[in-house]
């Protein structure tokens, strides 16, 4: 079984959150339910599209940040496993005289 990591893959992951991150906001912003409160002002039906309009707000500003500080980790992983990597191909290349 090989168990290196593949930092190349935590990377693209990162990116791909990332994306995901940005789209976020746009994607949810269509979902507003504004129209019903202006289309029947004072109403209970009114009352509740903004509560749930405010929850989904609120709910997708939650995701893209959550959603950004994933990618942010998933990238600073890989570099981290990227670093690791590279210190013990050194040493390695340092303790058999530049071959591996």
């Known amino acids: 079984m090989d168990y290196r990591v593949d930092f190349g893959g935590l990377a693209r992951a990162a990116n791909f959150v990332r994306a995901v991150a940005d789209r976020t906001s746009s994607a949810t912003s269509r979902m507003r339910l504004d129209l019903v409160s202006a289309a029947v002002p004072g109403s209970l039906s009114a009352g509740r599209a903004s509560a749930t309009d405010a929850g989904l707000v609120?709910?997708?500003?939650?995701?893209?940040?959550?959603?950004?500080?994933?990618?942010?980790?998933?990238?600073?992983?890989?570099?981290n496993y990227r670093a690791i990597e590279d210190t013990a191909e050194a040493a390695v290349q340092e303790f058999f005289g530049g071959t591996t």
């Open 58 to 79: 609120e709910a997708a500003r939650t995701m893209e940040r959550e959603l950004a500080a994933y990618s942010r980790a998933l990238a600073v992983t890989a570099q």
